[in-house]
């Protein structure tokens, strides 16, 4: 399993997803703060044409949340970038028909699975890590993070949304033969969870829930009103590895 994961490990830095998902979250990292602290400068410098337009514009304060709302804008954006670059892990070893080897010289499919399933989770803990590092360095640096409420537990319940997200994709990417069908799987149950999070009855319960960080930063919601979302996540990421176990024993390499 070591040996596998190194494999996958140097696949990732040769094919450069690795170096292209560093540059996506170290720049958007450094985005959130910088478009904050930018935005007065650019009102001010567009007020004349809007003054023309017939806008009135008035003095814009930034402080350490609106950076914030910004880094909860982009880091959907970051994980789509990171989902569409791995949903050929696993297919492309079936194209390539790599793993028939792998297993008939004894390699459990559980091992296979947990090498990409830890590489995979890794990847988005470091990546989020590093981007809401930055973020917040900057936001402390120029203003003050203590504006903000429950800000750790506000960015675990994203990063633990992007863990479901990565387990959909293990799922799908056990069960489908090429890397478009695992895009259409867990982009269709992503959208499909969001699409629900729309009734306020389901909203509490869902996934999608956990996206909702600035309502919990800027103190309308309470972390008790995340605890069932976060609980159907991590339920979900369970039987998502369950059952992709299930289906890699089973499939056809």
Known sequence: MNAFLKKEWMEWTRTGRALVLVSVFVLFGIMNPAFAKLT????????????????????????????????YKNIPVGLIIFILLGSG???AEYERGTLILAVTKGLPRQKILAAKAALL???????????????????????????????????????LFGIWTVALLILFSAVSRSS????????GVAMGVYLLDMFPKLDAFLPAKLLKG????????????????????????????????????????
């Open 40 to 71: 007065p400068w650019l009102m001010e410098t567009m007020s004349e044409s809007l003054a023309d337009a017939g806008f009135v514009t008035t003095a814009v304060r930034v402080d350490a949340m609106t950076s914030w709302a910004q880094f």
């Open 121 to 159: 989770y890794g990847s988005w803990t470091v990546l989020y890590a590093v981007c809401f590092g930055i973020t917040y360095g900057y936001n402390a640096y120029f203003w003050d993070n203590g504006i903000a409420e429950y800000l750790l537990f506000a960015a675990v319940g994203t990063w």
């Open 180 to 187: 478009s069908q695992v895009l259409m799987g867990t982009g």
């Open 89 to 91: 892990n696993f297919t």
């Open 214 to 253: 600035m309502e919990l930063m800027q103190g309308v919601s309470r972390p008790k009103d995340y605890y069932a979302g976060a609980a159907a996540a991590a339920v979900m990421v369970v039987l998502c590895m369950v059952l992709a176990a299930k289906c890699l024993d089973r499939k056809q390499l």
